[in-house]
């Protein structure tokens, strides 16, 4: 299979870069369902953008590329050893050129291979049909939504809902909880996959199986297509909304596969994904490898006409942001408040912040800006770095580190997405910061306000966990956390699981 190299490189650029007709259909319509210049529309004005600008520059729609899973069937007697050998160059080689992020990591040395491939990685799911075609569907799911996915074990109780039994009701309990713990954390408005039954593998393997399915098919099974109508509907009146600001698309789509379980087992597991639902597959020429045709590709769907316009979002009044910062500027802005950032930030995730816990920073951060991002990065052939995809990550993985970081190098303002603390906030409120929530998955609306690398260090951390410096310009975020205690993420969550708790008496007998 001569063509087998390109057609699955293909794959790997289109599923990266373009999101398929069914996923931006599910966009538009929660765009028709809130209220202009709310902060979950003003959002989803920068998701739009985000998809196009992707599309056109054929970079990255988020910058976490996830850990690639291909589900492949194949004829019998095809030579899966060689499929894999060339879908790994493939991966290499998307990973080069920036298509996809280095996102392969030791799980004992913290070491990032650079190229996505190691033990483990990427994921393959094989299986044998009579058909003379090849399918290879892929889905690049980010860390972000990938760390939402829950599994219950029925019976058990439920924050909100009591008691989910060994029934349909449970199951229906179950998926509820799920949507509702995932708040902004997992970039919503999102899509789940919903598996019941079989054991704590078998079930995670069907729930995300679930996510190859067309955003708007319909279930085959009356009850599981009754089921997912309904928690279409209960979810969407939870109001945690786009990005977990409040809202009222919640959930933009679910689907529920069964199989048979133990008598002692009964679980229900939940792939959640993120808006950014990279999920794109091919029918391949088992003699050449080439493509005969893509599976999820039924018309262009346009978001950005449907969206409120740049041009409607900047007559929002903003405060203007750069370091160092003072506390009395800090001090003055509230929830709710939306800021620019221009000048000079850095990155800094998980390895950067255990890191500086025990050692000093080799940069002033007092007054300064932290980002917990991981950029997608290409050198060029001047040795220069250019910054190809920067959206935010999810924040609550530094929770047991920012308040005693932000102390000990004065740091004034931390973005990232989906909220952080109380022990976060308190540090807020103590030495005067904020916390500013950016646009999960819109890589490339962030990519854009970087003018400039101005440096790195601790690329031994790997390219995503390294601490970039950046020079931006325009980069728009929301205070969602002040120095005054209060936080946006909290108020939602509780008013969220209120929501929630009215769902609790018996609807499925």
């Known amino acids: 299979m001569k063509h087998l190299k390109d057609s699955i490189y293909q794959l790997i650029v289109e599923t990266s870069t373009n999101l398929p007709p069914d996923v931006r259909r599910a966009i538009v319509k929660a765009k028709q369902m809130e209220d202009e210049g709310t902060r979950a529309a003003l959002s989803l004005a920068t998701i739009a953008g985000n998809i196009q600008s992707a599309e056109v520059n054929q970079s990255p729609i988020c910058q976490d590329t996830g850990m690639p899973t291909f589900e492949i069937k194949t004829p019998a007697g095809t030579n899966q050893v060689e499929m894999k050998k060339v879908i790994k160059e493939a991966i290499a080689l998307a990973t080069k050129n920036g298509k996809l992020r280095p996102n392969s990591v030791d799980s004992l040395t913290g070491e990032n291979s650079g190229d996505n491939l190691g033990p483990g990685t990427p994921v393959f799911h094989f299986e044998q049909w009579e058909k003379d075609e ?45 949507v509702y713990q995932a708040q902004g954390q997992g970039c919503s408005a999102g899509f789940i996959g919903v598996g019941i039954g079989g054991d704590r593998t078998s079930g995670y393997a069907l729930a995300k199986e679930q996510l190859f399915r067309k955003v708007d098919d319909v279930n085959p099974n009356e009850t599981l297509a009754q089921l997912e109508d309904y928690v279409m509907e209960a979810a969407n009146q939870l109001g945690i909304g786009t990005m977990g600001f409040g809202g009222q698309a919640t959930l933009l789509g679910c689907k529920i596969g069964v199989m048979n379980r133990l008598p002692a087992s009964f679980f229900v597991s939940v792939a959640y994904n993120c808006w950014a639902f990279r999920r794109q597959g091919v029918s391949l020429s088992p003699e050449t490898g080439e493509i005969q045709g893509w599976l999820y590709k039924d018309g262009e ?209």
């Not at 939402?148 to 449970?170: F, H, M, T, V, W």
């Not at 409120?308 to 910062?325: F, H």
């Not at 390895?351 to 932290?370: E, K, T, Y």
């Open 134 to 178: 090849i399918e290879v569907n892929l889905i690049l799911k980010g860390g972000g939504c990938e760390n939402k996915n829950i599994q219950y074990s029925l019976p058990c109780e439920l924050e909100g809902l009591g008691k989910a039994g060994r029934n349909l009701d449970g199951i229906r309990k179950c998926i509820l909880h799920s």
């Open 301 to 509: 769907v346009q978001v950005t006409d449907t969206i409120q316009s740049e041009e409607q979002q900047e007559s929002k009044e903003v405060v203007v942001l750069e370091a160092p910062i003072t506390e009395e500027k800090i001090r003055s802005l509230k929830v709710g408040d939306v800021v620019v950032i221009n000048g000079l930030m850095y990155t800094g995730r998980d390895a950067l912040h255990s890191h500086l816990m025990n050692h000093d920073s080799p940069v002033d951060l007092n007054g300064g800006i932290i980002y917990h991002c991981g950029p997608v990065m290409l050198k060029d052939d001047a040795g220069e770095w250019h910054v190809k995809a920067a959206g935010p990550t999810t924040s609550i993985r530094e929770e047991p580190y920012q308040a005693d970081i932000i102390k000990k190098f004065g740091i004034r303002a931390v973005i990232g997405k989906g909220g952080m603390g109380p022990k976060t906030l308190a540090g807020l409120q103590e030495h005067g910061g904020v916390y500013l929530n950016a646009i999960g998955g819109a890589a490339q609306y962030y990519a854009q306000c970087i003018e400039k690398v101005e440096g790195v260090d601790f690329m031994e951390f790997g390219i995503p966990e390294a601490m970039w410096h950046l020079r931006v310009n325009g980069f728009t975020a929301i205070v969602t956390m002040d120095s005054h205690g209060n936080s946006l993420h909290a108020d939602v969550d509780k008013n969220s699981l209120e929501k929630l708790a009215e769902f609790k008496e018996t609807v499925f007998k």
